[in-house]
């Protein structure tokens, strides 16, 4: 079968390589749409510290189920179209222990630490599975992004008084601001790009701040009466936008992490006790955050 091959930063190419069997408990994908992931494009320069080469990427799947391996349940049958957690957990380290397999010290990433999805075929767990009828193969590619977003709401505890200030629209902000616009929060979209603030209203952005044009501070101000957003997420990866979610968060907000900051990050540490913030940091997503996704897609919410 043919696969798309990242051999080294900078050099790509189309590759054969062998079509795989399925073991007990496995089915095989055929691969109908794969999405592009910007940590992908950052595999492919170089820059994605946790990957190794050559390596075949792709980790948001929208495919349909050919063959059975042994033992696969019978709620999974040929020709059903399916979407897939690319994630692996070890079972036994300390986030596994507490059930948080989403941050397991040594998870492998689909298309990060072994080979993804962006070949004909795919061998996988049926653990790993997830039905959605109702929703195409493209929204199914579409899940996965989304999740990322959804576990930080779920991280930042959102719920419908509060509300939470995004920075960054990109793929990960407009899970964020989808996910808590499901969990009926007010949601201010903060971008430098006019169109992805546009996106962002239709992911259910309730206000927007073109941060480039706008005063960052006096606007979100203005929109909480004083008060900070309760809960911030960081989706940009920036030094700037790291300080900004502690300095402009209210007393007793949450702020929630989602992106590695591509450089060392200096803080005023007073807001840290002054304010009694929560930080939080969100890694990947939860089955139960897949399970979200879907039912808001079903839904037509986004
Ligand atoms: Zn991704
Ligand atoms: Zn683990």
Known sequence: MKAFCIHEPGRSALIECPKPSVGPGEVLLSINVVGFCGSDLTTFRGLNPMVSYPRIPGHEVGGTIVELGEGVDTQWSVGQQVLVS???????????RQGRFNCC????????QRDGAMTEFLAI??????????LTLAEMALVEPLTVGFHAVDRGRVTETDIVAVFGCGA????????AAYRNARVIAIDIDEDKLELARKAGATDTIQSSKQDLHE??????????????????GLPRTF??????????GRVVYIGYA????????????QKEIDIMGSRNATPEDFKTVISMLQAKRF
């Not at 690319?86 to 596994?96: L, V």
């Not at 767990?125 to 109702?134: H, I, N, S, V």
């Not at 591509?262 to 006790?273: G, H, I, P």
């Open 243 to 252: 300080r900004g979610a502690v300095e402009e968060v209210c007393f007793a």
């Open 105 to 112: 010290r040594f998870n492998e990433t689909l298309g990060v």
């Open 86 to 96: 690319p994630y692996t957990n070890c079972g036994s380290c300390s986030s596994c």
């Open 172 to 179: 990960i902000g407009l899970g964020v601001i989808s996910g």
């Open 125 to 134: 767990q049926q653990e790993k599975l997830f039905a959605a009828p109702g």
């Open 262 to 273: 591509k450089a060392a990050v200096e803080y005023e540490t007073k807001y840290f006790v």
């Open 219 to 236: 606007t979100l101000q203005q929109l909480t009466d004083g008060h900070g957003p309760d809960v911030i997420v960081e989706a940009v």
